[in-house]
């Protein structure tokens, strides 16, 4: 199997910048429950402004997290752009039998989400220059952290679907899986991991537009019952860059999953709700 992603710099270190494209770039294949063989380096750069030596950080960093997750930089492609631009086209094997793909959830799964939310209000916040050190390392050592090890727990463990959840906000990747297994959920708020410091940032304003919109078109998908802070509601909009994976699990696996993934050093192994068998494709948040 293959995939591709690439994103613009939401980090000041280009090698951070590196790492973190390469990581949300392989997690497609995570979430099929596959391994990384080899990826291409997609890169876009502008020549004309910025020295080469950057680039060249950037593509160590994609370097080095490639190889973490067990794979080889094969080559690439380049082209000039008016603004960085790193990714990765990733090449992937898994036994057809054991394919994870979204379309398998069922009434009574649990969902299980391995990473907290929050990557795109801190990295906005970070653009406008308003978050300290110490939370900047925090978010890119979540977002560099490969879902190889959640990968290879619902692997061994089996479960019924799972997506990776990126800029289509936690909302919006469960979306597709509820439509792809023709199902819905309820979701608990409470139960959300979010990254320490995000609630104040989105209490201050500080929201990137990409969760606008993903709550714009989730807003007729989405009973939030008596959720009514905008704060909240944003949060689960929120566009994750190499965010945690969703996994549907049945319910007499969950326990066993959930300790595996903390067992393996998963950044989170949180219950955050389950699925239901009402109207298709609807989600319920309750507090």
């Not at 969902?111 to 906005?124: A, C, N, R, V, Y």
């Not at 906000?169 to 708020?189: D, P, Q, R």
């Not at 304003?205 to 009514?228: C, H, M, Q, T």
């Not at 696996?253 to 609807?282: D, H």
């Amino acid at each position: 199997m293959q995939t591709v992603d690439l994103i613009t710099p939401i980090l000041n270190d280009p090698y951070a910048f590196g790492a973190v494209a390469a990581s949300n770039a392989i997690s497609d294949i995570y979430a099929m429950g596959a391994k990384p063989v080899f990826a291409l380096n997609i890169v876009g750069f502008p020549v004309k402004s910025l020295p080469l030596n950057i680039l060249e950080v950037i593509l160590e960093g994609g370097k080095d997290k490639t190889l973490e997750a067990g794979a080889s930089i094969a080559g690439g492609h380049s082209m000039e752009d008016n603004a960085p631009k790193y990714g990765l086209a990733v090449t992937g094997i898994v036994d057809p039998a054991k394919l994870i793909t979204k379309r398998g959830a069922k009434p009574g799964d649990a969902l299980i989400l391995t990473k907290p939310l929050g990557t795109g209000i801190i990295t906005t916040a970070l653009g406008q220059e308003l978050i300290n050190d110490p939370l900047e390392k925090e978010v890119y050592n979540i977002m560099g952290h490969l879902n190889k090890k959640a990968s290879e727990a619902m692997t061994v463990i089996g479960v019924n679907a799972c997506t990776d959840v990126t800029g289509f906000s936690l909302l919006g990747h469960l979306l597709e899986m509820l439509i792809a297994s023709k199902v819905s959920a309820s979701l608990f708020l409470s139960k959300i991991p979010v990254i320490n410091g995000t609630r104040e940032l989105a209490e201050a304003g500080i929201v990137p537009p990409g969760a606008y919109r993903n709550y714009g078109f989730l807003r007729e998908k989405v009973n939030w019952n008596d959720i009514s802070s905008r704060e909240d509601r944003m949060l689960l909009c929120d566009p994750q860059t190499s965010g945690g994976l969703l996994i549907a699990v049945p319910q007499d696996r969950e326990e066993r999953l959930r300790e595996s993934l903390l067992k393996k050093g998963c950044l989170a192994a949180a219950n955050i709700g389950y699925i239901t068998a009402k109207e298709v494709g609807m989600i319920e948040v309750l507090s």
